[in-house]
């Protein structure tokens, strides 16, 4: 069974664009901007199986400048079979 947990997440801090990848089991727009927060250092990454970690919500990361966040499934990297040279 194929499944994809890399997410791309998109965002701006201060108006300028940012973007990075995510590996997680899931992904929604609360994930979304607790992960914009991590990657804009607001907020404490979690660490593995790490369950009760007070999570950045919307209206708390738009305090630190963050704002436009969008998510969506990374692109499958189609790696070549054979490579000449």
């Known amino acids: 069974m194929k499944r994809n947990d890399l997410f791309t997440i998109h965002y701006q801090l201060h108006g300028e664009p940012k973007s990075f990848i995510v590996r997680a089991p899931q992904m929604n727009n609360a994930e979304a901007w607790h992960w914009a927060s991590c990657d804009a250092g607001v907020a404490v990454i979690p660490k593995f199986g ?15 400048g963050i704002t436009d966040v969008q998510w969506s499934s990374a692109t499958e990297i189609k790696w070549a079979e054979s490579v000449t040279s």
Request: net charge positive.
């Open 50 to 64: 790490q369950q009760n970690l007070k999570r950045v919500s919307r209206p708390m990361a738009e305090k630190y």
